[in-house]
C-alpha cells in the first residue's frame, strides 16, 4: 500500500490533512449525474481510500445530486475523526444534467441543509462558495453577500470552516473582510499556470489550494511530451502530473477522483514519486509552450 505521508501534510481548517486527498466527483454516474453503475464498487474505493490514510475527501451535493454524498455516508459514516470533508454550493443540477447557478440566499441555506442530511452530519467541516463565473474560469462579479449568508451560517455553527472554488485573488479578498477562508479550489496543473501568482500569495496567507483538472486541457504535443517522461519514470502520465502539483507549492492539496480501485491505487502512488530536478525543469518546459 502507497504511503501517502511521503507527500507532507497542510493545515486545512486548523487540521492537518495528507497533501494526497480524493475527489469524490467521479462516485456518480456518466457526467456526474444519475447513480454508478456499481454502487458496491464505489462504496470499496472510498473505504480503501481511508485504509490508505486519506483524510480530505471533496464532495458536493450537486454531484448526483445528492448520490455522491449519500454514498460516503453509507461507505464511511460514522467518520473517521481525522476526516475533514469539504464541500460546495452555488450551483444545482437541472433534469437534463445542466448545471445551473443557485446563488440566492435561499439557495445556499437550502444547499447546505441537503449536505448536511445526505452526509449525516451535524456540522460541515469547509463549505467551498462555488463561484460559477465562466464555467471553470474565474468572473470578476461580486461574491460578498453569497458569502455573508455563509458566514452567518458558519456563526450558527452548521459549518467550521469557509473556502472558495472558481475565485480569483480580488474575491478572496472581498470574502476575508466577512470570514476568514482556509482554501481555494481552482482549475489548475501543468499547463494551465494562471494561477502561478496567487497559489504563492495564498501561500504566504497558509490558505490551502486545490486544483482541479489535473490533466485538463492538454494539446495532443503536450501530452505526448508528458506521455513521453512519465515512460522514462516508470509511471503513468497522471502520477507525473500529480507529483508535479505536489513539488509545485506546499499548500497544494490534491483531490484526484477515480470510480475504480485499481485507479485509486494508481493516483496516490504520485504521492511517492521522486521527480528529479532535470525532469521537473522539462515539465516546467511543457507548460510554457
Known amino acids: 500500500m502507497t504511503d501517502i505521508a511521503k507527500a507532507g501534510t497542510f493545515s486545512l481548517g486548523g487540521r492537518n490533512v495528507n497533501r494526497m486527498g480524493y475527489g469524490a466527483m467521479q462516485l456518480a454516474g456518466p457526467g456526474v449525474f444519475g447513480p454508478p453503475k456499481d454502487r458496491g464498487e464505489a462504496v470499496a474505493v472510498l473505504r480503501e481510500?481511508?485504509?490508505?490514510?486519506?483524510?480530505?475527501?471533496?464532495?458536493?451535493?450537486?454531484?448526483?445530486p445528492y448520490v455522491t454524498n449519500q454514498i460516503i455516508r453509507e461507505a464511511l459514516h460514522p467518520y473517521p475523526r481525522d476526516l475533514v470533508i469539504v464541500t460546495k454550493v452555488g450551483a444545482v443540477r437541472g433534469t437534463d444534467g445542466s448545471w445551473n447557478p443557485a446563488m440566492a440566499?435561499?439557495?445556499?441555506?437550502?444547499?447546505?441543509?441537503?449536505?448536511?442530511?445526505?452526509?449525516?452530519?451535524?456540522?460541515?467541516?469547509?463549505?467551498?462558495?462555488?463561484?460559477?463565473?465562466?464555467?471553470?474560469?474565474?468572473?470578476?462579479d461580486p461574491i460578498a453577500e453569497q458569502f455573508a449568508v455563509l458566514a452567518e451560517l458558519q456563526r450558527k455553527g452548521l459549518i467550521r470552516h469557509l473556502g472558495l472554488s472558481n475565485a480569483t485573488s480580488a474575491q478572496v479578498a472581498?470574502?476575508?473582510?466577512?470570514?476568514?477562508?482556509?482554501?481555494?479550489?481552482?482549475?489548475?496543473?501543468?499547463?494551465?499556470?494562471a494561477d502561478?501568482?496567487?497559489?504563492?500569495?495564498l501561500a504566504r496567507k497558509k490558505i490551502a489550494y486545490v486544483p482541479f483538472f489535473p490533466l485538463g486541457g492538454f494539446s495532443p504535443l503536450q501530452s505526448s511530451e508528458l506521455s513521453k517522461i512519465a515512460a522514462e519514470l516508470g509511471a503513468t502520465p497522471m502520477q507525473v502530473a500529480l507529483a508535479w502539483l505536489l513539488h509545485r507549492a506546499s499548500n497544494i492539496l490534491l483531490i484526484p477522483g477515480t470510480s475504480s480501485r485499481a485507479h485509486l491505487?494508481?493516483?496516490?502512488?504520485?504521492?511517492?514519486?521522486a521527480l528529479p530536478q532535470d525532469v521537473l525543469a522539462r515539465l516546467d518546459a511543457i507548460g510554457k509552450r
Open 49 to 64: 481510500a481511508i485504509a490508505s490514510g486519506v483524510n480530505h475527501i471533496d464532495t458536493s451535493d450537486y454531484y448526483g
Open 105 to 140: 440566499p435561499a439557495d445556499l441555506e437550502r444547499a447546505v441543509h441537503d449536505n448536511l442530511r445526505n452526509l449525516g452530519l451535524d456540522a460541515l467541516d469547509v463549505v467551498n462558495l462555488r463561484v460559477m463565473g465562466r464555467v471553470h474560469e474565474p468572473g470578476d
Open 174 to 193: 472581498e470574502a476575508e473582510r466577512i470570514a476568514p477562508v482556509v482554501c481555494v479550489q481552482n482549475l489548475y496543473n501543468l499547463v494551465h499556470r
Open 196 to 201: 502561478d501568482a496567487f497559489i504563492d500569495e
Open 265 to 273: 491505487r494508481e493516483n496516490l502512488a504520485a504521492a511517492a514519486l
